[in-house]
């Protein structure tokens, strides 16, 4: 009888659970959605019959409904897309956008609001999203207001994970590499700049990349990030091993507001079994819409030098002018202040700058520190600290920018907001007339220290918007970007390519001042957060140790030399500084000629080797070129990298080998190097030591 029972209640239930499954192209991914009887959603995806994420419960709170149970299915819809798109720069020429998607209509029994959920299912991974809808006559209203959102994602096992603590205000953490049930993100450095507050122990920043004991590499993310607050994740080990959507708050206690036709990001898992695919994935950039910008043709892949390092290093210049305080900046008769000498951003120097960018070819010049107000910029939490227009009296916007004109050298504008958003956005118009009036075309943006509108964070929905903005009226303007202190990208270059590259990591200027980046830092990055996008790092530090600067200061690069060459190649951005002084190029004028000549733009990468926190070797195509180059980099471990060669085209090649030298090491001996020439071609396989924390970057030319 007993049995009877259950087995009457097993086919009652299993008539009310509604499931549909959606699979890749290629058939290697599948997820499976299904709603169960008590009207709970949950999706899994698998890979090559693997489980890669386990029944995960997804939904939102609204303050009016609740999708999180209680659901309907209304109906469900697949369909299929294929194209092929071109990127306005790029990894690649070329870019295929292939997925199946497979909608599920849900209705909240209870009062009729709709969710849409929609995902997309690649050979790389999947991308799903959420579109709640009013759905009902009834419920007319079009606005709504997120409490909560319930994506979860229940790993299979205790897999590696890659991760930097969860913050709502910086992404600016040095990478830890444990176990998920060994996630403690209290105890991690917190030598960010000001806003480096961690969420809790067990909360993470996204992107995260995991990988699991039998050989699965999986990336867990979100693209297209608009109008929406950053999603970090709560980690629980308790019972499984799952992580769960944290959203960045802003000041009210919901965490977004949405109209419609209203979506979330997509929440993405890009999967593989080999680490390699990983970095190869374009997935983050099809989810993201096609370019809204018409005409591109302002856009242009760069490699810029800046005064800017100069401020970095100990014993050096400043940004500020002269050492005031507690007055009106802007309102003061700024000839009469005495200066304190250190000023880096003079004339004199800026004009230094652009003759060395002239005679080396670089295509701009950037200039921190120029406008008045860094004499109290930082910490205070004050609304009006630069106007973004007013120059120091030691810096002639007349003379530098018709001198850099003269000599074929664009100007970079910086805009240090000092976290005051509105500040800048009631300014921005003025600061981008002023930058039409003497020719800039492109602008770095700071966000450094508190958020104003005070309570809002860098990561929440407010801020998300207000870079928005910021995008949209630069590529009005035709001014590209490259935001620092930003949320995280998430592919939105895709739509807005004048976004050149933003900051949002820790980058090479933490080994100037702070105990810097490990050598595994830059092997890990573009598994995190070069998902999403390029970033700024500031390669090619060529003076690696501080004490050049001051005597014992313990700073330093954790890099070899030749290492910083390879990050040109293996971190990618269409917009790469040559960072380092004009007067250290000089004494390695030979290792310099590599940054000189290693391109920004690509039409084919191949990534050749991989493994997170360990070793990334690339090779990259030129745009409209026949010339390759290739970068390898390795931690704090000495390697031989293995370049196996098939990707040239027949015929010989002349190779440039930039590497360690034999007793090089990143601590020890950063400086030795050997530059090398040789005859090479498809059939060869070139076999590269690299020293601790070296690397190693070649120029492959066709005879
Ligand atoms: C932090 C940025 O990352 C850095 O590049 C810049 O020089 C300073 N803020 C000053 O704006
Ligand atoms: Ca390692």
Same mark, same amino acid.
């Given at each position: ?478 001014? $590209? ?53 390029? $970033? ?107 370049i196996?060669l098939?990707?040239l085209?027949?015929?010989m090649y002349k190779a440039?080998i ?20 040789k005859m090479v071609k498809r059939t060869n396989t070139l ?11 070649i120029?492959l030319?066709?005879?």
């Open positions: 009888m007993k049995k009877i029972v259950l087995l009457l209640f097993c086919m009652l239930t299993a008539l009310c659970v509604q499931a549909e499954t959606v699979s890749s192209p290629n058939g290697n991914v599948i997820v499976n959605f299904q709603l169960n009887e008590k009207g709970i959603a949950t999706y899994a995806v698998s890979y090559k019959g693997k489980e890669v994420i386990k029944p995960s419960t997804m939904g939102l709170s609204l303050d009016k409904v609740n999708f999180t149970n209680g659901l309907k299915l209304i109906k469900s819809n697949t369909s299929t897309f294929d194209e092929t798109w071109e990127p306005v720069w790029g990894e690649v020429k070329h870019i295929r956008n292939h997925y199946n998607e497979l909608v599920v209509t849900l209705e909240h029994i209870a009062d009729g609001y709709q969710l849409d959920v929609r995902f997309r299912v690649y050979n790389d991974g999947i991308g799903f999203r959420y579109e709640p809808r009013s759905g009902n006559a009834n419920f007319p209203l079009t606005y709504h207001t997120v409490m909560k959102e319930h994506t979860e994602f229940q790993l299979t096992d205790n897999h590696t994970a890659f991760w930097i603590p969860g913050a709502y205000d910086s992404n600016e953490f040095a990478y830890q590499t444990t176990k998920l049930t060994d996630i403690h993100a209290l105890k991690c450095d917190k030598s960010a700049i000001g806003t480096n507050h961690i969420v809790g122990d067990k909360t993470i920043q996204t992107p995260v990349m995991l990988k699991s004991d039998d050989g699965l590499y999986i990336n867990i993310f979100e693209a297209a990030l608009i109008d929406y607050p950053a999603m970090l994740l709560d980690v629980e080990t308790h019972n499984g091993y799952s992580l769960t959507s944290h959203l960045v708050p802003g000041t009210t206690n919901a965490v977004a507001y949405m109209q419609e036709p209203s979506s979330t990001p997509w929440r993405t898992i890009i999967v593989s079994d080999k680490a390699t695919d990983i970095l190869a994935s374009k997935m983050i950039l099809n989810l993201n819409e096609p370019c809204a910008i018409e005409n591109t043709d302002f856009i242009k892949p760069q490699k810029y030098i800046g005064i800017w390092w100069e401020m970095h290093v100990p014993n050096h210049s400043s940004w500020d002018y002269a050492s005031i305080s507690g007055i009106r900046l802007k309102e003061m008769n700024w000839e009469k202040v005495k200066p304190h000498g250190r000023h880096g951003a003079t004339t004199e120097n800026t004009k230094r700058y652009i003759d060395f960018a002239a005679k080396h070819g670089f295509d701009a010049v950037l200039i921190e520190g120029w406008n008045v107000g860094w004499e109290e910029w930082s910490g205070l939490w004050k609304e009006d600290v630069f106007d973004f227009v007013t120059p120091y009296p030691d810096f002639d916007l007349d003379v530098v920018s018709q001198y850099a004109q003269e000599k074929g050298v664009k100007l970079i504008m910086h805009h240090e907001t000092s976290g005051s958003a509105t500040n800048y956005e009631r300014r921005m118009s003025d600061a981008i007339a002023l930058m039409k009036k003497y020719g800039y075309d492109a602008v770095k943006t700071g966000y450094v220290g508190r958020i104003i509108p005070r309570g809002e964070h860098h990561d929440g929905q407010w801020m998300v918007q207000h870079y928005q903005r910021v995008i949209e009226k630069m590529a009005q303007n035709n001014i $590209m970007l490259n935001a620092h202190e930003p949320v995280r990208p998430t592919g939105l270059h895709r739509t807005y390519p004048n976004l050149l590259a933003c900051e949002a990591a820790r980058g090479n200027e933490f080994n100037a001042w702070s105990v810097g980046n490990q050598p595994e830092h830059e092997t890990i990055l573009p598994f995190t957060r070069l998902m999403g996008g390029p $970033m700024d790092y500031t390669p090619g530090i060529f003076q690696q140790k501080m004490d050049h600067y001051q005597a014992g200061n313990p700073c330093q690069v954790h890099t070899t030399l030749t290492k910083q060459l390879a990050l040109y190649v293996t971190m990618y951005s269409p917009l790469q500084m040559a960072a380092d002084l004009p007067e250290n190029y000089e004494r390695f004028i030979d290792a310099f000629q590599f940054i000189k000549d290693v391109a920004v733009d690509w039409d084919d990468t191949r990534i050749l080797e991989a493994e997170p926190g360990d070793y990334i070797t690339i090779a990259r195509k030129e745009k409209n070129s026949d010339t390759w180059f290739v970068g390898a980099i390795t931690d704090e471990n000495r390697r031989t990298a293995t196996d098939s990707f085209d027949n015929g440039t930039y590497k360690d030298g034999r007793d090089a090491h990143w601590k020890e001996n950063p400086q030795s190097y050997q530059i090398e020439q076999k590269i030591k690299l020293a601790a924390g070296g690397g190693c970057a120029k030319e066709k005879l």
